[in-house]
């Protein structure tokens, strides 16, 4: 790490230090209690705020009671409880354990200083989705003070979650190394409603063994994601070696992508040609006809004309999909970092089964998806989880800091490598413990060539219009033309004044 850069970290991490212990301090003053059994002491507040009205987009103004507790134990020590709700694989498990170190480090700052304050965490942590779970602890009154999780439209119309821009114009400077790309996926409504907790990136992937065999050389292989980075090679030049690869029999397909929606590769397409899917200003969902028909006409003629992608990519059972390409029977796919980690742990190979990562670096590649054409810039997608602030914590600001403090550096590399996912923090990159994975390393800079889903209740509905609409050209049921006709009409039909057609 550069000397600019470790002392830019040492001062965020003191800066994080002194801002929290004053802040939990100053919690705590009047709660101190005589020695004896613990007690209990509640301080109840009251403010007017102004919030969003359902969805419709007005606001009203309301009042908000807030009583907060402080448990007195004996000898004179205030407990702050913290409760935090997280989910997804196994291997994600660190959403919730990063909010216990982040306390576990202001415990000790705490004690260091003298104060009697002490912060508990308790977790809980869901394979699936939580949202019922979620409904019924607010509807309870026991609602989590941090969630982990997407869903920003649903938790915002819904009254589950607060906005942060007071806190984050107030600890700004401690945010200051956050990627700034992905502030875009917490804003909704003209608020900042989370903060980022992971990403990730959706790379196109490519088959070093097949190339050597077209011919390339080691320095044509190993230059490809820079020559797609600045633009020198597109996806029409590599339309054509899928092509070549195909008709000298060293592939059965040249791509694969997704068999749903997921933005690979077809949002980023979309926005590689100029599209917007969301009116930054109303909120409401947008199709750009032009883009859209672009996108249609160049994946019709990949399955339809060049025929280098599989008419029926759409529904095709995943583990076909990661089994064609990790055994060499398809020379690009559109896929995500994290399969990088997938295939070193699910047997999808038929003589290795998972993956030594020695095979992956000796015969995988993966870059940004590529330009469309000469002129356009390459791109990915990510989809954050992000952390939330409940409308039911008694300590909105402590909760706050600890997930500020949770995707610090030295958390957020923990949590990047061990799930396979990306860092939030430019810092991260530079930590030892993420710069101990080479994969990470060289995949860190597609964060700032990302774009994002758009933020809207009806998302679904706009999915799920689009994807019938490419399995129909693919398929070749209808013209790119025909496609995009009827991809207008449902969304118009479905979606009325939800959504801008240009």
Do not use: C
């Not at 020559?227 to 070549?244: H, N």
Request: zero cysteines; charged letters at 20%; proline letters at 5%.
């Amino acid at each position: 790490m550069s000397n600019s850069r470790l002392g830019r970290a040492q001062l965020q991490a003191t800066a994080i230090a002194l801002l929290i212990v004053g802040l939990v301090i100053g919690l705590a003053i009047g709660y101190v209690a005589a020695p004896g059994k613990t007690t209990v002491e509640t301080v109840t507040t009251t403010k007017t705020v102004t919030q969003a009205a359902g969805g419709t987009g007005a606001t009203v103004t309301v009042t908000q009671t807030v009583t907060q507790t402080v448990e007195k134990a004996a000898g004179g020590e205030g407990v702050i409880r913290i409760k935090a709700w997280a989910s997804g694989s196994p291997v994600d498990t660190t959403r919730v354990e990063n909010i216990k170190r982040a306390a576990e480090e202001l415990n000790k700052i705490l004690a260091a200083t003298g104060s009697n304050v002490r912060i508990e965490v308790e977790t809980q942590f869901f394979r699936g989705d939580y949202m019922d779970k979620l409904t019924a602890a607010f509807s309870a009154g026991e609602a989590p003070d941090i969630i982990a999780m997407k869903n920003l439209p649903t938790l915002v119309d819904g009254g589950y979650v607060i906005a942060l821009d007071e806190y984050i114009n107030k600890y700004s400077k401690l945010l200051e190394d956050v990627f700034p790309t992905l502030w875009n996926a917490v804003k909704y409504k003209g608020k900042t409603w989370a903060l980022p907790q992971d990403t990730e990136a959706r790379p196109l992937y490519y088959r070093k063994d097949v190339l050597r065999k077209l011919g390339w050389s080691e320095e044509e292989i190993n230059s490809l994601p820079e020559r797609i980075r600045s633009g020198e090679v597109t996806l029409q030049d590599l339309i054509e070696v899928a092509r070549q690869a195909k008709e000298q029999g060293l592939v059965e397909w040249g791509f694969y992508h997704r068999p749903n929606w997921g933005g690979t590769p077809f949002l980023i397409l979309y926005y590689q040609y100029g599209g917007a899917s969301q009116d930054p200003a109303s909120g409401k969902l947008v199709l750009d006809k032009n883009a859209a028909l672009k996108t249609l006409e160049l994946l019709y003629r990949m399955a339809q004309e060049d025929k280098v992608l599989p008419e029926t990519m759409i529904g095709t059972d995943w583990r076909t999909i990661h089994s064609d390409f990790v055994n060499g029977r398809v020379l690009f796919w559109f896929g995500g970092t994290w399969h990088w980690a997938e295939w070193q742990r699910v047997e999808y190979h038929e003589q290795l089964g998972a993956l030594p990562e020695d095979y992956e670096w000796e015969n995988i590649g993966f870059a940004l998806v590529p330009a469309p054409e000469k002129g356009l810039k390459p791109m990915t997608l990510s989809s954050p989880y992000l952390y939330y602030v409940t409308s039911q914590s008694k300590y909105p600001e402590v909760a706050f800091l600890l997930i500020l403090l949770a995707t610090s550096a030295p958390f957020d590399a923990i949590h990047a490598v061990d799930s396979a996912h990306l860092p939030v923090r430019t810092t991260t990159v530079e930590h030892p413990y993420y710069k101990q994975s080479r994969f990470h390393r060289e995949v860190a800079y597609m964060v700032e060539y990302t774009s994002f889903e758009p933020l809207h209740p009806k998302y679904s509905i706009y999915k799920e219009a689009w994807i019938t609409a490419i399995a129909k050209v693919e398929k070749g049921e209808a013209t790119p033309q025909q496609a995009l006709d009827e991809l207008v009409s449902t969304l118009q039909a479905e979606l009325g004044d939800d959504v801008i057609i240009r």
